[in-house]
């Protein structure tokens, strides 16, 4: 059974960073298809993919808003994923989830990921 569980978030102060992680257990990580996710949910607002990480190929996605500002990375050791988050905007305050799936196309489609954290949330002032 995979669990994934966040941790990291809080207010922040416009400008700032932090950094989410993401640890993983039951972990389908030796599945090559296997990816990683961040995703984001602001009150009255679908939940949207933020970046993704397929770690066999090392391929990234990101969000136009986010790109140059986050980074998503891994420690295979800790079975841990991170989201690096600099220059926070007001706009990023939202509930930030860490999911996981193994399909073959690999996006931000909240469609493709099978496993879902319970969020931690981040606001921005």
């Known amino acids: 059974h995979v669990q994934l569980v966040e941790s990291g978030g809080g207010s922040m102060q416009a400008g700032r960073s932090l950094t989410l992680s993401c640890v993983a257990s039951?972990?389908?990580?030796?599945?090559?298809?296997?990816?990683v996710a961040w995703f984001r949910q602001a009150p009255g607002k679908e939940r949207g993919g933020v970046v993704g990480l397929r770690p066999s190929s090392g391929s990234t996605a990101y969000a136009d808003s986010v790109k140059g500002r986050f980074t998503i990375s891994a420690d295979n050791a800790k079975n841990t994923y991170y989201l690096q988050m600099n220059s926070l905007k007001s706009e990023d305050t939202a509930m930030y989830y860490c999911?996981?799936?193994?399909?073959?196309?690999?996006?931000?489609?909240?469609?493709?990921?099978?496993?879902w954290g319970q969020g931690t949330q981040v606001t921005v002032s």
């Open positions: 039951g972990h389908t990580s030796s599945n090559s298809r296997h990816y």
């Open positions: 999911a996981s799936g193994s399909k073959s196309i690999f996006g931000l489609d909240p469609r493709d990921y099978d496993y």
